[in-house]
């Protein structure tokens, strides 16, 4: 009897779990996902499945994006026979474009900002490249940047746009092609003043560059090579590189270290902010083996030991995982055989005890090429 009663009342609690759950799901926004069949968008409900067509036409090498605060996707539609994409903003909520024909053709590299209000771009006409700025509310674009230099024999460039941790700062690489590689270096822009400082390596051919930005971002630690290629056809070189600090707005320049041959890693700053980087040296011993028969050991207990190693900050999903921005739910696609023994992907969307929706994947087709993914949201949700 009194195990009969434990188990109602178990079920009896599993069931106002489950109204509760339910019923928060009701008060909240569903997540979206963005699923492509063929050239057709659809926008699945995360908590029913239910889907709903983006009235928008695709061509098959059209490809898609999220923006990152999930107002718009931009479409990229080849331009013409070059290797260039022409783009355009498409409002999901109002499905309408941002502009009747495109923002722009000839583009070779976009970047948001975080919060989705400017769109930058870069054109090239194959001599000289232009980075634009492109503000979403007010449908309005400007030049921030431009080559000037770049001919029909040594062509300029931009690559690597990236924005420093807060957004503050814009940085990409300019090139100029020369026999047999590239001459590159680092430009930093202020997106506020469009002020900008300009970082080269002792020596630019092949030269790349990762700035570590400082909590506050008033400067950036760099680790710069003395040499990257010794020639455009053997692209090996000794030299390990220096770390240097750079303050943001000056370009004021300070080298760190003078060892060439000596490795540094895990260069950081520290939450104090101070600057810290491990050097790493490297001892060549020889000994006879009447030596090595007699070298003295150490008390474990004055042995320095690593320090232990945190999954704190690891977060680690399968590649076929597509988190949610709700955390109880997500996606993924995986391989099964169908009825008649032939191997098919299917995506499924739902929890490990609710799946709300599953489709198979067209056959001979990347995933990553059709599952678009969520939305992006700001709305917090619960872990139930």
Avoid at 255 to 275: A, K, M, N, S, Y
Wanted: aromatic share 12%.
């Amino acid at each position: 009897m009194f195990s009969r009663l434990c188990v109602l009342f178990l079920l009896f609690a599993m069931m106002i779990t489950i109204t509760a759950q339910e019923n928060t799901i009701l008060d909240q926004p569903a997540p979206e996902f963005l699923l492509r069949q063929d050239n057709q968008l659809l926008l699945i409900n995360g908590y029913t499945g239910d889907t709903t067509p983006v009235p928008l036409e695709l061509e098959d090498r059209d490809k898609v994006e999220w923006s990152p605060d999930g107002t718009y996707l931009l479409v990229e539609t080849p331009d013409g026979d070059t290797h260039r994409e022409c783009i355009n903003l498409y409002d999901v909520s109002k499905n309408s474009w941002i502009q009747s024909d495109t923002i722009s053709c000839a583009v070779e590299e976009f970047l948001f900002l975080p919060d989705g209000s400017q769109l930058f771009y870069i054109t090239g006409d194959g001599f000289n490249r232009v980075l634009w700025q492109f503000d979403i509310a007010e449908n309005k674009t400007e030049t921030i940047f431009a080559t000037t230099d770049g001919d029909e024999q040594y062509s300029q460039g931009l690559s690597g746009l990236r924005l420093s941790p807060s957004g503050k700062y814009l940085y990409f690489q300019q090139y100029q092609w020369i026999m047999g590689g590239t001459l590159n270096s680092l430009v930093v822009l202020n997106q506020d003043t469009l002020d900008k400082i300009r970082v080269d390596a002792p020596r630019t051919y092949y030269a790349s560059y990762h700035p570590i930005w400082s909590p506050d971002e008033e400067w950036f630690l760099i680790k710069l090579l003395d040499e990257y290629v010794t020639s455009g056809t053997l692209p090996r070189t000794n030299h390990l590189g220096d770390v240097y600090l750079i303050q943001s707005e000056t370009g004021e320049q300070y080298r760190l270290t003078h060892t060439p041959t000596i490795q540094e890693r895990d260069i950081h700053w520290t939450d104090d902010g101070e600057v810290s980087f491990t050097e790493v040296l490297m001892n060549d011993i020889t000994l006879t083996v009447a030596e090595a028969k007699n070298v003295e050991g150490i008390p474990i207990d004055k042995i320095i030991q690593p320090e232990p190693f945190s999954y704190e900050n690891e977060i680690f999903h399968s590649p076929s995982l597509l988190p949610s921005p709700d955390p109880n739910y997500d996606a993924s696609y995986s391989g099964r055989r169908d009825e008649d023994g032939n191997h098919v992907q299917v995506f499924i969307i739902g929890s490990y005890r609710n799946i709300v929706f599953e489709t198979q994947l067209p056959s001979g087709v990347e995933p990553e090429s059709v599952l678009i993914g969520w939305r992006p949201t700001d709305y917090v949700y619960p872990q139930g």
